[in-house]
């Protein structure tokens, strides 16, 4: 596998992985562009690079995919990334976005021997405080159990929050501002397939989300009451 050390590789590479499992996101070169403040060719020109590299499959025109290799260099900096995360959290007590954008810049500069002794100091977690899964050493992320974006619950069914998938201040403010974090219990109300929206209910408070927003949320199904759940919620 090649090993590249630009950080613009890095990113390239780790948001092309998290758009493939996005829902909504395309890995066209355009969006990626997009998300990394760049311009269209040079998104087009990295992609060339890293197809004759045989990191990244391209195609004009087309979506863009990993390789296997690529696949492998993107899980790394992924595993990188949220263990900086959860340790800024759970050590220097972080908030969300913070914890976020520190992991942005530490990420490229962290080596194996640091990462490993990071890994084991917080005892080998397996989420970050997003609730997105971190990957171990060898790239293996532990199978969870089925999950879904809020934008996809059943209404009368309930929830808990169990991965916030977003990089701005802005949504982890909202996010916060409503007590949607991760953990939390929530029933679906109504779903507005026309208008994008989902109408949900977590303990006192009743909130609409468009789908852009509810896309970021995801959720994992509880089989408890909606009654208890909101019980639950007002007393916690």
């Given at each position: 596998?090649?090993?590249?050390?630009?950080?613009?590789?890095?990113?390239?590479?780790?948001?092309?992985?998290?758009?493939?499992?996005?829902?909504?996101?395309?890995?066209?070169?355009?969006?990626?562009?997009?998300?990394?403040?760049?311009?269209?060719?040079?998104?087009?020109?990295?992609?060339?690079?890293?197809?004759?590299?045989?990191?990244?499959?391209?195609?004009?025109y087309?979506?863009?995919?990993?390789?296997?290799?690529?696949?492998?260099?993107?899980?790394?900096?992924?595993?990188?990334?949220?263990?900086?995360?959860t340790?800024?959290?759970?050590?220097?007590?972080?908030?969300?976005?913070?914890?976020?954008?520190?992991?942005?810049l530490?990420?490229?500069?962290?080596?194996?021997?640091?990462?490993?002794?990071?890994?084991?100091?917080?005892?080998?977690?397996?989420?970050?405080?997003?609730?997105?899964?971190?990957?171990?050493?060898?790239?293996?992320?532990?199978?969870?159990?089925?999950?879904?974006?809020?934008?996809?619950?059943?209404?009368?069914?309930?929830?808990?929050?169990?991965?916030?998938?977003?990089?701005?201040?802005?949504?982890?403010?909202?996010?916060?501002?409503?007590?949607?974090?991760?953990?939390?219990?929530?029933?679906?109300?109504?779903?507005?397939?026309?208008?994008?929206?989902?109408?949900?209910?977590?303990?006192?408070?009743?909130?609409?989300?468009?789908?852009?927003?509810?896309?970021?949320?995801?959720?994992?199904k509880?089989?408890?009451?909606?009654e208890?759940?909101?019980?639950?919620s007002?007393?916690?």
């Amino acid at each position: 596998m090649q090993n590249f050390n630009s950080i613009s590789v890095e990113n390239f590479i780790k948001t092309i992985y998290q758009f493939e499992l996005r829902e909504g996101k395309d890995t066209r070169s355009g969006s990626i562009a997009k998300e990394l403040g760049i311009t269209n060719a040079a998104a087009t020109d990295m992609a060339r690079k890293l197809a004759s590299k045989n990191i990244v499959a391209y195609q004009k025109y087309k979506a863009l995919k990993l390789t296997a290799d690529g696949k492998k260099m993107a899980l790394h900096i992924v595993r990188r990334h949220r263990l900086w995360e959860t340790f800024l959290h759970q050590v220097l007590g972080l908030n969300m976005h913070e914890i976020h954008q520190e992991a942005e810049l530490l990420e490229h500069a962290t080596s194996e021997f640091l990462l490993d002794k990071i890994d084991a100091f917080l005892g080998n977690p397996t989420t970050d405080p997003h609730g997105d899964p971190i990957p171990n050493k060898n790239g293996v992320i532990e199978k969870e159990k089925e999950v879904l974006t809020l934008s996809a619950a059943k209404v009368g069914e309930c929830y808990e929050v169990c991965r916030l998938v977003g990089g701005h201040k802005e949504f982890y403010d909202f996010c916060q501002a409503n007590k949607l974090t991760v953990g939390a219990f929530i029933s679906i109300n109504k779903q507005y397939p026309h208008t994008k929206m989902t109408e949900i209910e977590i303990g006192s408070l009743r909130i609409s989300l468009h789908a852009d927003l509810a896309g970021m949320i995801y959720l994992k199904k509880l089989k408890k009451s909606a009654e208890h759940i909101s019980s639950t919620s007002k007393n916690g």
